[in-house]
């Protein structure tokens, strides 16, 4: 089992920025991919990024490329979004998710997640 907690969600204006940590704890952190997702009321949950388990490689969804950025501490077993030029349909709930195996965009293939927390960008 892993257990994961999101934090570091809130309110901010449009441009401003937020990063989000996701901290775990139970089986071995560094066996697994990570990944963001996210839902906006009334929407699917969406990829937003994910990482390797080493954390040399990162992808990202294009509506986030080049905003958000993607990384991981093992050692202190936890992954960060930093969530730069942020914008009103940024808003959602955001979920970190952990993978054993190599990590992908398909929300199924994630084996455990947080409980998320709630991003809201003010025009």
């Known amino acids: 089992q892993v257990q994961l907690v999101e934090s570091g969600g809130g309110l901010v204006q449009a441009g401003g920025s937020l990063r989000l940590s996701c901290a775990a704890s139970?089986?071995?952190?560094?066996?697994?991919?990570m990944g963001w997702f996210r839902q906006a009321p009334g929407k699917e949950r969406e990829f937003v990024t994910r990482i390797t388990w080493t954390g040399a490689r990162t992808y990202y969804a294009d509506s986030v490329k080049g905003r958000f950025t993607a990384s991981r501490d093992n050692a202190k077993n936890t992954v960060y979004l930093q969530m730069n030029s942020l914008k009103p349909e940024d808003t959602a709930v955001y979920f970190c998710?952990?993978?054993?195996?190599?990590?992908?965009?398909?929300?199924?293939?994630?084996?455990?997640w947080g409980q998320g927390t709630q991003v809201t960008v003010s025009s």
């Open positions: 998710a952990a993978d054993l195996g190599g990590g992908s965009s398909r929300a199924s293939d994630y084996d455990y």
């Open positions: 139970g089986r071995t952190f560094n066996n697994y991919a």
